[in-house]
């Protein structure tokens, strides 16, 4: 798990109340909608919210991209990885 | 005059858990308003748990001491204020030129409590949301006497929160969160009956606070007294129980 990966885990840990989850238990690579970590809707929203409030980075909410970068831990970690370098 | 039937009740507040503890607050008036809410939502889904805060909680708790069988009865919400503090918060963003909390616009509504102890419980019955001035309790056993015309049974709770301190020079609200929630059946339970005194007919001054109304509606409950009345825009509301059975 990178620096940048943990910092996600709690930056979406912070912004959807999940106080009763540790970083630890969230996996990189799981689904973090409906079957992995289990958020639905409301939080791709707020997780759009953070991300634009952390990094600058804003997203079209119903692109098929949006999708692919929301999949997991590690898609999340690329987009802003790529969004740094550009 | 229509009338029901009241199946079961009960009222929770911070301290007050019990019918008995309300008895002994009704005859003692205690400061409840600094002490935690003692509830536990431990059989709700965590991720379904984390958006409920103290109306939502109040709400739950007092629902779950009822043990409803029934998981598709209609139910009626009845709340004076909401959940000001959560809206007052959003405000403020706004005020900061901030975006808002997609979550926090989605549970400020009036029906955002409802809706989600329909979710907890897979109720897809219908849920009607109601906010009220003062009459907030005759107003919600209105609605339910009015939905009980085409349901055997339904829920009624009524609960609402202190108000944030900006607004309140500005109304009278209660000092602590409380909910009560009964269930109201066509045929089972202790008989009421609800009339309507036109502004014309009535003459006495009763107080409309919504703490008194509070007070005077747990008396009538607890059987203290045999009815309870309301005043709303002039008129007035009146429960009375028309046995003599005491719950």
Redesign the interface.
């Known amino acids: 798990m990178t620096a940048l990966q943990n910092e996600l885990k709690l930056m979406i840990i912070e912004c959807?109340?999940?106080?009763?989850?540790d970083a630890t238990e969230i996996d990189d690579a799981d689904p973090l909608f409906v079957d992995g970590l289990?958020?639905?809707s409301?939080?791709a929203?707020?997780i759009g919210?953070a991300l634009?409030?952390r990094y600058g980075i804003k997203l079209d909410s119903n692109s098929d991209e949006t999708r692919a970068h929301f999949a997991s831990i590690n898609a999340l970690a690329d987009l802003v990885k790529n969004h740094k370098s550009i | 005059m229509a009338s029901f039937m009241l199946e079961a009740w009960t009222a929770l507040a911070p301290s007050l858990n019990q019918k008995e503890d309300w008895s002994t607050w009704l005859t003692e008036p205690s400061e409840i308003s600094e002490q935690p809410l003692n509830v536990s939502l431990k059989h709700v889904p965590m991720m379904l748990r984390r958006r409920f805060n103290v109306l939502g909680k109040c709400a739950m708790g007092a629902i779950s001491q009822l043990a409803i069988e029934e998981p598709n009865i209609p139910c009626i919400f009845a709340s004076q204020h909401g959940d000001t503090t959560l809206t007052l918060s959003l405000l403020e963003s706004i005020g900061r030129q901030e975006d808002m909390s997609p979550t926090g616009f989605s549970l400020a509504v009036h029906n955002a409590v409802s809706g989600l102890y329909s979710i907890a419980t897979k109720n897809t019955s219908e849920i009607t949301a109601i906010a009220a001035m003062e009459g907030t309790i005759a107003s919600a056993i209105f609605e339910s006497v009015g939905q009980l015309q085409c349901a055997e049974k339904v829920l009624c709770v009524i609960y609402d929160t202190p108000l944030p301190s900006v607004y309140q020079p500005y109304t009278q609200g209660n000092e602590f969160p409380y909910a009560i929630a009964m269930v109201l059946s066509r045929t089972n339970g202790e008989e009421i009956s609800l009339s309507y005194q036109s502004p014309e007919s009535q003459t006495v001054n009763v107080d409309t606070s919504s703490e008194n109304e509070l007070h005077q509606f747990l008396a009538f409950l607890l059987g203290r007294s045999n009815t309870y009345t309301c005043q709303s825009n002039g008129s007035s509301w009146t429960l009375e129980k028309t046995t003599q059975h005491v719950s």
């Open positions: 959807l109340d999940l106080e009763d989850i289990g958020l639905d409301i939080d929203l707020e919210l634009q409030k």
